[in-house]
């Protein structure tokens, strides 16, 4: 595969970009990233011409693929022939923020700001500010954006930061645990729960190798929360308007939070983030609370244009019938080529998010026939004969073949024309504008490659 010209550019992006990029995951792919240069469909096509399918989607956002709907199209360009922004209130911000109030469970207002990031540092600062409380609980290995809060490694009794920049005494307040445990929850709150401000949790693991949670764990955090006090963050940034279709995963798993989280796909593509929740908590942010909260290009017009007509087709279309059977013919595909091949790996994911852990101790296949896998996705089953191996929190996928997949795995893919994320952590995504064709040239791919 001819990479000259992504070569080229990559050389002249070093000289005024730290390390070619402007966002650190984008440099994983060695030796150098490979250049876009248009989208099509369900397939990207990079600077040299190289076209592949594409599951990455932007990392999340691109809940319809490259390839616009014709009045999604037109009503983003709509808005932007009316002018860029104007630095104040639009009717557009209204109507979004009135569809997602109607369709998830949890929200009674909102705020939108410009990215995930920004909505989960004002989560925190909400949940501080409301509660009077100072410490966030977060599970190792979630991600919830480039923040000093969460930006936090080790676990509640030594926590410390995981980037340059963040003062110890920022981390002190934060207190990771393992997700998926239970008896973690319990000593933490044993021992602060009088400064517990809340927990963020993405109801899914979705940044490292998608890790669902065992049966009973999001309710059990919703039932501590509520006896201390704090509040329950979800984090529905990845998940959000993707794992449980309009309801997002907090209606699927059934379980209401006090706040939550948004981003990619709730912008239609372009730049945003949002925090819903309770509207006595919504309300403490400025002006009506004493939170405050502001930013020039929140509620952007044409981001809220390209939200609201990307959920109001994905509500009156077949888009979550069509990517969420793509995504099980994907998984079923994969569990089926595991079986034969390399059955240590697990296959993760649920709706239209897909991923292979390269997992060491898998049971050999035999156990698999006999026993019965989960069948679209590992589920965290006591009954199935992976469940013992398989990965229940961050720790255990850090603990599979993460070098092998990027290094030999993801090149080889790419080799036979498919665009997987750039590490084993980042989820993969179906669009709208996928096929069966390209589900079943992407399992002969792994076929080989595996």
């Not at 929740?277 to 244009?305: C, K, N, W, Y």
Request: include cysteine; charged fraction near 20%.
């Amino acid at each position: 595969m001819n990479d000259d010209r992504s070569r080229t550019l990559y050389d002249r992006a070093l000289s005024v970009m730290p390390g070619g990029v402007n966002s650190a995951v984008r440099a994983a792919i060695e030796p150098y990233p490979f250049f876009v240069s248009r989208g099509d469909g369900g397939h990207v096509i990079d600077a040299d011409g190289n076209r592949l399918i594409d599951w990455v989607m932007g990392l999340g956002p691109l809940l319809l693929g490259h390839d616009l709907p014709n009045r999604v199209e037109a009503e983003i360009q709509r808005a932007a022939s009316q002018g860029p922004m104007y630095g104040t209130p639009t009717e557009v911000e209204v109507d979004l923020a009135e569809f997602v109030v109607r369709h998830v469970p949890s929200v009674e207002k909102i705020r939108f700001v410009n990215s995930g990031t920004e909505a989960t540092v004002s989560a925190v600062r909400l949940a501080r500010g409301t509660t009077g409380r100072n410490k966030i609980v977060i599970m190792q290995g979630g991600y919830h954006g480039a923040q000093e809060s969460t930006l936090v490694e080790g676990d509640a009794q030594r926590p410390s930061p995981s980037s340059a920049g963040i003062p110890q005494s920022f981390a002190k307040h934060t207190l990771p645990v393992p997700f998926n445990d239970e008896a973690a929850i319990n000593t933490v709150f044993d021992e602060h729960g009088d400064d517990i401000a809340g927990v963020m949790v993405e109801p899914i693991l979705a940044n490292y190798g998608i890790v669902h949670p065992e049966d009973g764990y999001l309710q059990f955090l919703r039932e501590i929360t509520a006896e201390y006090g704090s509040l329950l963050i979800f984090d529905e940034v990845i998940t959000g308007f993707r794992v449980g279709g309009l309801g997002c995963a907090q209606s699927h798993f059934d379980v209401t939070p006090d706040i939550t989280t948004f981003g990619k796909i709730v912008g239609g593509g372009f730049p945003v983030g949002a925090i819903g929740g309770r509207a006595e908590l919504i309300e403490q942010f400025a002006p009506t609370g004493d939170v405050f909260q502001a930013g020039t290009f929140s509620g952007h017009p044409v981001t809220m244009a390209a939200g609201l007509e990307t959920l109001s087709f994905a509500a009156q279309a077949d888009v979550y019938d069509h990517v969420n059977d793509l995504g099980d013919q994907l998984r079923s595909g994969l569990a089926d080529i595991l079986e034969d091949q390399a059955p240590q790996y697990t296959v993760v994911g649920r709706d239209s998010m897909f991923k292979v852990v390269f997992t060491r101790d898998g049971p050999a296949s035999e156990a698999l026939a006999a026993e019965g896998a989960c069948e679209s996705g590992c589920r965290q089953r006591p009954g199935c004969a992976r469940y013992e191996t398989c990965p229940k929190n961050a720790s255990d996928v850090m603990d599979a073949e993460t070098a092998r997949w990027r290094r030999i795995f993801w090149g080889k893919m790419r080799d036979q024309g498919v665009f997987l994320s750039q590490n084993q952590f980042e989820s993969q995504f179906v669009s709208y504008a996928h096929t069966e064709a390209d589900v079943e040239e992407t399992l002969e791919a792994y076929k080989h490659a595996l």
